[in-house]
């Protein structure tokens, strides 16, 4: 056989789906015109002759002027985007050498480098992985939260250290890069990929590098001067100064950039909702080792930690289940509810899951937060994007803000109850009123990353990209595979016209694939 042949012969092989039956054309038989009354004709003219009003010219197609559009083209983004991250490392770089020191723990580094790998697993699988659910979104959902860990941890550790001994010492020594130093860093990074998913799919790489460099900043300032500075909070799993921060945060850049355009989808697909459920799951095994990381090794507050989000996490889960089939439209379980609200138990239990809790009071705040969270995305998504204008990507509202909220509640009223009859104090509460501490950094907490977030959102609409970019799809930013969103048959054929085999025929359609099945039967 000749190459040609071989070729096409593979071609065919490859598109075969069974043989297809031909149907057979039935004549067609001609229908004589119905008589039409001469009533009825004069009528129709002389309407028609009424309502004439002279030759219509079609409109003319209006010519779009790219140059004059508003925002950054594609070549433009990235070289500007190139520029921020070179100068970012280059002073980081510098930093780094004038102004710290790697530091040297005497004990616990075993427990704390394993709490260090279960939240750095949580970053780059369960956030990356989380966000997959955007069909066509799939190298910037895991690509673009690698860029924003990496840039966060350095960015981070300079930043939070500067803050720190700003607003507590007052005398400036070396930034001791040490793992606690790093851990923390990652809880920042938290906090902007919260953020991110508030509006993942609608904005630039240059945009999304800007807001983890001033984020962190604010970020930084809202922790160590006013909630370690002003007020003296607790909260081991970050519920007030990660979720609750970084919700609200991207929630105002999310309601400044505004709705994508009209012709935007954010299309989904089975299997992007598999890898997301992936994501989901890697957050779920290792969200106890962030709630219970930055706590004292094998203390009985970092136990507690580690046992009551277990069962903040499993309550959660459960009443996400029932939440999702009994409110949802086909009473059937959603995905995407699944996906997000099975967490919201850990994002409620990070302030309060040191304290002496009795096993039930963790499976209700779990529940409440997994109910609250589902119906979160079943009904207020909708209200808030139709109301407010606030176009929420990932849901960050339903699983980090109102959740965070749920908690940071759950707190004050448990160290209210808890500081009267000392219970706790001072082993995790620092005195009698530490409810009022926890009130007051709920309150610092929502103004800063609100006020934050639409002076960041105001910056980042101006470096937005051009209207006529693509939303939610890899392809404005990444190389992407030539088979991208198409079907196997237009492989094939691209593939034939590249070879040159001459008379290859597509393979049947779905309708006449319906036939091939039916002859099958009959055969059987």
């Known amino acids: 056989m000749s190459n040609n042949e071989v070729k096409r012969e593979i071609?065919?092989?490859?598109?075969?789906?069974?043989?297809?039956?031909?149907?057979?054309?039935?004549?067609?038989?001609?229908?004589?015109?119905?008589?039409?009354?001469?009533?009825?004709?004069?009528?129709?003219?002389?309407?028609?002759?009424l309502s004439y009003k002279g030759e219509e010219e079609p409109p003319k197609p209006v010519a779009v002027d790219e140059s004059n559009m508003p925002g950054f083209t594609t070549a433009e983004t990235f070289r500007y985007e190139t520029a921020l991250l070179t100068f970012m490392i280059g002073l980081m770089i510098v930093l780094f050498a004038c102004c710290a020191k790697v530091g040297i723990m005497e004990e616990d580094f075993n427990n704390l480098y394993q709490m260090y790998i279960g939240i750095v697993i949580m970053m780059f699988f369960g956030f990356g992985y989380l966000m997959c659910f955007l069909k066509r979104y799939g190298m910037g959902a895991v690509g673009f939260t690698m860029l924003i860990t990496v840039l966060g941890?350095?960015?981070?550790?300079?930043?939070?250290?500067?803050?720190?001994?700003?607003?507590?010492?007052?005398?400036?020594?070396?930034?001791?890069?040490?793992?606690?130093?790093?851990?923390?860093?990652?809880?920042?990074?938290?906090?902007?990929l919260i953020s991110y998913g508030g509006i993942i799919g609608k904005v630039s790489p240059l945009q999304l590098v800007f807001m983890a460099v001033v984020?962190?900043?604010?970020?930084?300032?809202?922790?160590?001067?006013?909630?370690?500075?002003?007020?003296?909070?607790?909260?081991?799993?970050?519920?007030?100064?990660?979720?609750?921060?970084?919700?609200?945060?991207?929630?105002?850049?999310?309601?400044?950039?505004?709705?994508?355009?009209a012709s935007a989808e954010s299309e989904g697909g089975h299997v992007a909702d598999l890898f997301s459920l992936i994501g989901t799951i890697f957050l779920w095994i290792y969200w106890p080792s962030f709630n219970g990381g930055a706590l004292e090794a094998d203390s009985p507050?970092?136990?507690?930690?580690?046992?009551?989000?277990?069962?903040?996490?499993?309550?959660?889960?459960?009443?996400?289940?029932?939440?999702?089939?009994?409110?949802?439209?086909?009473?059937?379980?959603?995905?995407?509810?699944?996906?997000?609200?099975?967490?919201?138990?850990?994002v409620a239990m990070g302030a309060v899951c040191d304290m002496t809790l009795r096993p039930s009071d963790s499976l209700l705040i779990g529940l409440a937060a997994g109910c609250l969270s589902t119906y979160g995305y079943v009904s207020i998504q909708a209200w808030l994007e139709v109301r407010v204008g606030i176009h929420d990507t990932c849901g960050i509202h339903n699983l980090h803000a109102m959740p965070s909220v749920l908690g940071t509640w759950a707190s004050i009223i448990l160290t209210g109850y808890k500081g009267r009859h000392m219970h706790d104090v001072p082993g995790v509460l620092h005195d009698s009123e530490q409810w009022k501490d926890q009130f007051v950094a709920h309150a610092f907490t929502l103004s800063m990353a609100i006020l934050s977030g639409l002076g960041t959102g105001f910056f980042m609409y101006f470096l937005r990209p051009k209207e006529n970019t693509e939303f939610f799809t890899d392809s404005p930013y990444w190389e992407i595979m030539d088979?991208?969103?198409?079907?196997?048959?237009?492989?094939?054929?691209?593939?034939?016209?590249?070879?040159?085999?001459?008379?290859?025929?597509?393979?049947?359609?779905?309708?006449?694939?319906?036939?091939?099945?039916?002859?099958?039967?009959?055969?059987?």
Not at 35 to 45: D, G, L, T, V
Not at 182 to 191: E, K, N, Q, R
Not at 327 to 345: M, W
Request: proline content about 3%; aromatic content about 10%; hydrophobic content about 45%.
């Open 11 to 49: 071609i065919r092989r490859l598109s075969y789906k069974g043989e297809e039956e031909v149907k057979k054309e039935e004549p067609k038989v001609e229908e004589k015109p119905k008589e039409e009354a001469p009533a009825s004709i004069i009528k129709r003219e002389v309407v028609r002759r």
């Open 153 to 192: 941890i350095l960015w981070g550790i300079l930043v939070e250290s500067f803050f720190e001994q700003a607003a507590h010492y007052g005398e400036w020594h070396y930034v001791e890069v040490d793992l606690p130093a790093i851990v923390d860093s990652l809880f920042l990074v938290a906090a902007i």
């Open 215 to 261: 984020e962190t900043i604010f970020y930084s300032i809202n922790k160590q001067c006013l909630l370690l500075g002003v007020v003296d909070f607790v909260d081991a799993g970050g519920t007030i100064n990660i979720h609750m921060f970084g919700a609200y945060f991207g929630l105002a850049v999310a309601w400044i950039i505004g709705k994508p355009g």
């Open 301 to 346: 507050q970092q136990q507690r930690a580690i046992i009551n989000t277990i069962l903040g996490l499993c309550a959660a889960t459960i009443g996400a289940f029932i939440v999702s089939s009994t409110f949802s439209y086909s009473k059937k379980i959603r995905p995407v509810d699944i996906q997000n609200a099975t967490l919201a138990g850990g």
């Open 483 to 524: 088979d991208f969103g198409r079907s196997f048959e237009e492989v094939l054929s691209d593939l034939a016209k590249e070879w040159n085999v001459d008379g290859y025929e597509a393979a049947p359609t779905k309708d006449s694939g319906k036939h091939v099945e039916m002859s099958n039967k009959s055969k059987v």
